[in-house]
């Protein structure tokens, strides 16, 4: 168990489709860690009224279903491309919603240290670096996996083409970005059971303070 003095927060990126929150699930299996999970909290934050009322002012009611919740796919075609409405769109909505997520990532960090029961925290969050809060974390993780097979898994669990991943990923910083800006990489090529593995000894040397 670590010291409550330190409870390490490991931020865990990747490509689109890199299966890094399959690789935080198996770790959530088999080590005593806490996961936190950015892109559901994105989803919770589109529900607080403030995040709907300001959206709703900058992308209008069109980005609304008929239950008043907002339309992921809807705005993602507004947000998600390489024209300058759609940075300028995304640029909009994170304003909106990356102070919100990062306060609940905040409260969600503090409650796990304060609790005394995990040994790490895992922030799983698709933008971490974009966001800015890689400066929550004591160490941040790269999951490397090929376009080949990116494209595999996204086309099987997302239904998504290579021109939907390319513009998905076209929002992100790149992957030579996000790999330098990390502190290990795990290699996602093989069994899960191998990758879980890599990132069980990356754990274990950042609880102990090794790395």
């Known amino acids: 168990m670590s010291t409550p003095d330190f409870v390490p927060v490991i931020g865990l990126i990747g490509g689109v489709g890199s299966g890094k929150s399959a690789v935080a699930r198996w770790i959530g299996d088999h080590k005593n860690v806490v996961i936190i999970?950015?892109?559901?909290?994105?989803?919770?934050?589109?529900?607080i009224p403030k995040t709907k009322e300001d959206i709703r002012r900058?992308?209008?009611?069109?980005?609304?279903?008929?239950q008043g919740c907002v339309d992921r796919n809807v705005l993602g075609r507004?947000?998600?491309?390489?024209?300058?409405?759609?940075?300028?769109?995304?640029?909009?909505?994170e304003q909106i919603v990356h102070p919100k997520i990062r306060k609940e990532i905040i409260n969600q960090i503090q409650d796990a240290r304060s609790s005394g029961n995990y040994e790490a925290i895992i922030l799983d969050a698709a933008?971490?670096?974009e966001a800015g809060w890689n400066d929550l974390c004591n160490a941040v993780v790269f999951v490397e996996a090929s376009e080949e097979?990116?494209?595999?898994?996204?086309?099987?669990?997302r239904g998504w083409n290579e021109k939907t991943l390319k513009t998905r990923e076209a929002s992100q910083l790149s992957l030579d970005e996000k790999r330098k800006a990390s502190d290990q990489v795990i290699y996602?090529?093989?069994?899960?059971?191998?990758?879980?593995?890599?990132?069980e000894n990356i754990l274990e040397q950042i609880i102990n303070q090794q790395i």
């Open 37 to 47: 999970d950015g892109d559901s909290i994105g989803h919770q934050v589109l529900e």
């Open 58 to 66: 900058r992308f209008s009611e069109s980005v609304f279903n008929e």
């Open 78 to 93: 507004l947000v998600f491309g390489s024209a300058a409405e759609h940075r300028q769109a995304q640029t909009n909505l």
């Open 127 to 129: 933008v971490l670096l």
């Open 149 to 157: 097979c990116r494209l595999k898994r996204v086309a099987q669990s």
């Open 188 to 199: 996602n090529t093989g069994t899960l059971q191998e990758s879980g593995a890599q990132f």
